[in-house]
């Protein structure tokens, strides 16, 4: 449509903006779903209007979260429109805190108001804003350079009012800036975006160890030398006082080192990690040693079990584990992880039992006894918990949010040969077909429910049930084929 033929900015809009009404979030979320009839005029003329009132808006003020929230969606699907229009908001933004006077107190609440509200991107998923990707992409070497002019003040207090829980320096608006490279790209399109970002975070976590967040953690996973990147992180941490490293990315960095999940990089590279950090923590004091130990097993890791049986099952925790055992040093954390180390192997492996004779013939169908018996009326026992299984289990290594997506063998295995005893058999009357049944997700994660990999298709086991009566939400198929033969048998299907 064009935008002589484009409606003008409501009337209600313009009078909560001009008067700051309780009506000002739905009437900002009216334009956000209505875009299509503003014209870029007027669209761009709300950005403006908006651009101001967050930068006098306090952070004290009523529902201040939910108002910077529809403002922000604003901005976004205005954005939206094109690449031109994202080349209008983010040259604008950019404009206004290159010109922001960081040393002076007013100014410098107002700058950082605004890159609150604009560091997010509240409208899309992740990436799903072509346009907004592409007015970082224009203005990234920019954003680059105010993380830059910031530094030399990252430590300062320069604005008195922060959303908690920032607190007011200059590592608070860095930090955002860093997040827009999170929140307004995409995490399988723009690796070269969150990896000039990530670059950076060496030089500003040696200027300041407060800086970086989660998201900018996870910036690193798009970088080709992000294990390098690591074990240079690590060692600058180790160079500084635990209270100074209260906020930053050494908490979360450690946290994911031996987080063997599925979804974390930094574990994903430990080889590589270690293989680094075995060179340089020969210059390691005792004292750095043992409080790295202390962090990559005494912190994620809750027990002695938990660490033996990590480092039982994954020979890259194994690797890493015996980087600290050799090295001459001593600790609290040291030795007790050298005790765990050298126990490995010591107990003797549990013997092979012979394979038993399948209960049930068709897998499907005792998957839905067991759903019954475990799950709802909870008298089978122990209750099967997939993590707590993968946690137990040093076979080889479950990686369940890697490996979820498809059914995961040993659990599956562990239900094919779990011997139901016939007291408890005789207690199932009701069967139920639901693709959200706790089983599945015990056994393949994130199953859509889509497809017919958990299908019954044999109701020869039904005698092992004497007291079932009902067969609930089965699939047409399995209905067409066997509701006569169970109707026979005295049992009901729907």
């Excluded at 490293?245 to 574990?267: A, I, P, W």
């Excluded at 765990?340 to 003797?348: D, M, Q, S, V």
């Excluded at 049930?360 to 759903?371: A, E, G, H, P, R």
Aim: aromatic share 10%.
């Amino acid at each position: 449509m064009a935008d002589g033929n484009k409606e003008m900015l409501s009337k209600d809009l313009l009078y909560a903006l001009q008067t700051r009404s309780k009506r000002l979030i739905r009437e900002l979320e009216k334009f956000t779903g209505s875009i299509d009839s503003v014209s870029a005029k007027d669209g761009w003329a709300l950005v403006i209007e908006t651009m101001q009132l967050v930068r006098e808006l306090p952070p004290t003020q009523d529902k201040y979260g939910h108002i910077i929230k529809a403002v922000n969606k604003a901005w976004m699907v205005f954005a939206d429109q094109s690449d031109a229009a994202a080349d209008k908001l983010y040259r604008y933004v950019i404009e206004c805190l290159e010109q922001t006077d960081w040393q002076h107190a007013d100014e410098a609440q107002a700058g950082y108001q605004l890159l609150y509200a604009f560091h997010e991107n509240h409208l899309h998923f992740l990436g799903a804003n072509d346009h907004v990707r592409h007015g970082l992409r224009l203005h990234s070497p920019r954003l680059l350079a105010l993380i830059r002019h910031l530094l030399p003040d990252s430590k300062r207090v320069l604005f008195k009012a922060p959303v908690k829980p920032q607190r007011g320096v200059g590592a608070d608006p860095i930090d955002m800036l860093l997040d827009v490279y999170f929140h307004h790209t995409g995490p399988g399109t723009d690796h070269d975006l969150r990896a000039e970002a990530a670059d950076m975070l060496p030089l500003l976590v040696r200027a300041d160890p407060h800086i970086g967040d989660g998201l900018a953690l996870a910036l690193l996973d798009s970088h080709p030398g992000r294990a390098d990147i690591v074990c240079q992180l690590i060692e600058l941490y180790l160079g500084v006082s635990e209270p100074e490293l209260e906020f930053g990315m050494f908490y979360r960095l450690m946290l994911k080192l031996v987080d063997n999940g599925g979804n974390s990089f930094v574990y994903e590279d430990l080889g590589k990690i270690t293989k680094r950090l075995a060179v340089s923590s020969s210059q390691w004091t005792s004292e750095q040693m043992d409080f790295f130990t202390r962090f990559a097993f005494f912190y994620r890791l809750k027990s002695d079990e938990d660490r033996r049986l990590l480092m039982a099952k994954s020979a890259k925790v194994r690797q890493l584990a015996s980087m600290i055992v050799d090295s001459k040093h001593s600790g609290t954390h040291i030795d007790a992880l050298r005790s765990l180390y050298n126990g490995l192997g010591a107990e003797k492996p549990a013997a092979r039992k012979p394979p038993a004779k399948r209960q049930f013939k068709d897998l499907n169908l005792k998957l839905l006894v067991i759903d019954d018996l475990m799950y709802h009326q909870g008298i089978l026992l122990p209750r099967f918990d997939l993590e707590e299984f993968a946690r137990q289990y040093t076979a080889r290594e479950i990686m369940i949010e890697q490996e979820g997506y498809g059914v995961i063998p040993e659990a599956l295995h562990y239900f094919d040969t779990l011997v139901i005893p016939p007291e408890l058999l005789a207690r199932v009357e009701e069967l139920n077909f639901d693709g959200g049944a706790e089983i599945y997700s015990q056994i393949f994660p994130y199953w859509d429910g889509e497809c017919d990999t958990f299908d019954v298709q044999s109701i020869k086991d039904i005698g092992l049930l004497p007291n079932l009566k009902r067969m609930s939400d089965m699939p047409d198929q399995f209905i067409e084929r066997h509701a006569t033969a169970l109707r026979e048998s005295g049992i009901e299907t729907d």
